[in-house]
């Protein structure tokens, strides 16, 4: 059965300095793997996704994600923190065998400190 | 475009009642799913729905049922509500329904069961 997990409940970060939100994951056949951000009372925005190709992934406000087929992990990282970008941050998998349902970790929460 | 779109924003229903949701997907996108967030549970998923058809389902019971309509809007539907049910139903649309789709999600839905 696939599964992710997010082994951090909570990452505090400073602003200026480097950030990584752990994911790691279970899958059956190759796997899809996207990440998701989630702001106080709204829906969860898109920032990234992993389909096949290159392993570092670009997305939006300058967050990138490395798959790492051998440690099964897709990590989120960022170079620099912003305030802003403090908010609740989901990694999910589908598969391309079976039903492609999405499965979405337990999320992160960010905390970046001024 | 404009994006998903749920209504309504906030809902207050008491045990023993039903309720219905509403989702319009980005227009163009035929594919919508529903999921549940919860504090203890995270991100379940409910269902998912393309060109009419339910395409797959989460383990829910089957008090929780959907739907979807030719222009692709959906809906979903909660009857006999439990205090559990209380949560944040999210909609999500993509325009097919293959593995490689991303979701985007809209503000979603805050059910309060009294």
């Known amino acids: 059965a696939q599964s992710v997990a997010q082994p951090e409940d909570q990452v505090n970060v400073a602003e200026g300095n480097p950030l990584t939100v752990k994911c790691t994951y279970s899958?059956?056949?190759?796997?899809?793997l996207f990440w998701y951000v989630q702001y106080p009372n709204r829906g969860l925005q898109f920032l990234l996704k992993?389909?096949?190709?290159?392993?570092l992934v670009k997305g939006s406000y300058g967050f990138e994600a490395e798959f790492n087929k051998s440690q099964t992990s897709f990590h989120l990282k960022k170079p620099s923190a912003l305030v802003s970008d403090s908010a609740l941050y989901f990694c999910?998998?589908?598969?391309?065998?079976?039903?492609?349902?999405?499965?979405f970790g337990t999320g992160t929460r960010l905390k970046v400190l001024a | 475009k404009a994006g998903v779109t749920q209504t309504p924003r906030y809902l207050i229903k008491t045990r023993g009642q039903q309720v219905t949701l509403s989702c319009s997907p980005i227009?163009?996108?035929?594919?919508v799913s529903w999921y549940q967030q919860t504090p203890g549970q995270g991100l379940q998923f409910l269902f998912e729905?393309?060109?009419?058809?339910?395409?797959n389902k989460g383990n829910f019971p089957g008090r929780f049922s959907g739907r979807q309509f030719s222009n692709s809007r959906s809906e979903m539907n909660v009857s006999t509500l439990e205090l559990g049910d209380s949560a944040l139903y999210l909609c999500?649309?993509?325009?097919?329904?293959?593995?490689?789709?991303?979701?985007?999600f809209g503000p979603g839905t805050r059910l309060l069961v009294l």
């Open positions: 999500a649309s993509s325009p097919l329904a293959g593995a490689q789709e991303t979701q985007y």
């Open positions: 899958v059956s056949g190759n796997p899809y």
């Open positions: 992993y389909i096949t190709g290159d392993n």
């Open positions: 999910a998998v589908r598969d391309e065998s079976g039903t492609y349902k999405y499965i």
């Open positions: 227009s163009g996108h035929r594919s």
């Open positions: 729905y393309f060109s009419e058809t339910q395409r």
